[in-house]
């Protein structure tokens, strides 16, 4: 089974911390996708990346920043968190940029922002 | 830039009855991917059933079921035999199939379906 694992499931940080949020997927895909999610307004595209150190803004990238230095991991930064992105974040992979393949979730982080 | 609604933020069935949950989207393409996610309150989310643009016939999974409508750019789910474990937030999504932006799913905003006993 395709694993893709976030590293923390809970985070609390204060308003101004640099903040990193890890993902890894085990299946070499080479596509990975950082949403946010928020009540009544679903999933909205972070940041993604369709190759090592390649990566595009997606709707909403003001805040945020992304690393892909290895295939199988993609991070999400804050670098000075706030309030306003108190919320749920969930990372994505999928193994091809064509077809209906899937795209593979992890299990989110809920980021609380203090 | 692709836009998926849907329209009902929250409904209810009761355990054994069947249940329909909208969505339409909006896009100039021709061919293209539709989906429908579970999540449930583990938050994983999880692909229930998917539909190809260019396959007329409806797409369907065991309980679950889609009437894709591409005329009317409509893509409905029904789950009939509804169990207590279907129980979760549901979110359509939209995928191109080639070209720019073909590698991200654009989502509606859910639909929270609770199952009562």
């Known amino acids: 089974d395709v694993k893709v694992t976030q590293s923390s499931r809970y985070l609390v940080k204060r308003t101004g911390e640099k903040v990193f949020l890890e993902c890894v997927q085990d299946?070499?895909?080479?596509?990975m996708f950082w949403y946010r999610q928020d009540p009544g307004l679903g999933l909205r595209l972070i940041y993604f990346?369709?190759?090592?150190?390649?990566?595009e803004k997606g709707d909403i990238p003001e805040g945020y920043s992304v690393s892909r230095e290895k295939k199988e991991r993609f991070s999400l930064i804050l670098e000075s968190a706030s309030t306003n992105q108190t919320s749920m974040y969930l990372c994505a992979s999928i193994p091809s940029p064509r077809g209906g393949t899937e795209a593979f979730f992890g299990q989110g982080t809920r980021l609380t922002v203090v | 830039a692709q836009t998926v609604t849907q329209s009902q933020p929250e409904m209810s069935v009761q355990e054994a009855e069947t249940v329909t949950l909208s969505c339409t989207y909006d896009t100039s393409e021709s061919d293209y991917y539709l989906f429908w996610y579970k999540q449930p309150p583990s938050r994983q989310m999880i692909l229930v059933i998917r539909?190809?643009?260019?396959?007329?016939q409806n797409a369907t999974e065991n309980r679950f079921s889609v009437n894709f409508q591409k005329a009317a750019k409509s893509f409905s789910l029904k789950i009939s035999d509804s169990q207590l474990g279907d129980a979760a937030m549901y979110f359509c999504a939209y995928r191109n199939p080639s070209g720019a932006g073909s590698y991200q799913l654009t989502f509606g905003k859910g639909t929270k379906l609770s199952v009562i006993p």
């Open positions: 990346s369709y190759d090592v150190k390649m990566k």
């Open positions: 299946m070499d895909h080479e596509n």
């Open positions: 539909q190809e643009a260019y396959k007329q």
